[in-house]
Nanobody, 128 residues
Framework: QVHLVESGGGLVQAGGSLKLSCAPS????????MGWFRQAPGTERQIVAA????????YYADFVKGRFTISRDDAKNPVYLQMNSLKPEDTAVYYC?????????????????????WGQGTQVTVSS
């Protein structure tokens, strides 16, 4: 069975940092584009960042540009989301997702339906 397992969430004060990890199991995701989404209570799930299967392309939502960094270790397949300068509005459940790798001619996936595999999520809470 294929799983994506997120870790690294928690409670942090505004201005602090957290690093989320996404560990796959059941299969290799080395040929998959990976994304991080988040969902706050009462809101829709939204893309935070995405990275191509090769690690050569990335995408960031405007609200995290300059603060968050997505990366992946091709040798071991985990995907990371380094979150700096956290704000209370970053409070949400963060989800890792995987989508079949696409050609350079197509942009990285930004919508839920483009991703085939999902983790269970990890809670991030930023206090003011």
């Amino acid at each position: 069975q294929v799983h994506l397992v997120e870790s690294g969430g928690g409670l942090v004060q505004a201005g602090g940092s957290l690093k989320l990890s996404c560990a796959p199991s059941g299969r290799s995701f080395s040929s998959y584009d990976m994304g991080w989404f988040r969902q706050a209570p009462g809101t829709e799930r939204q893309i935070v960042a995405a990275i191509s299967w090769s690690g050569g392309r990335t995408y960031y939502a405007d609200f995290v540009k300059g603060r968050f960094t997505i990366s992946r270790d091709d040798a071991k397949n985990p995907v990371y989301l380094q979150m700096n300068s956290l704000k209370p509005e970053d409070t949400a459940v963060y989800y890792c997702a995987a989508a079949p790798g696409r050609s350079l001619a197509r942009p990285l996936g930004r919508f839920e339906y483009e991703y085939a595999y999902w983790g269970q999520g990890t809670q991030v809470t930023v206090s003011s």
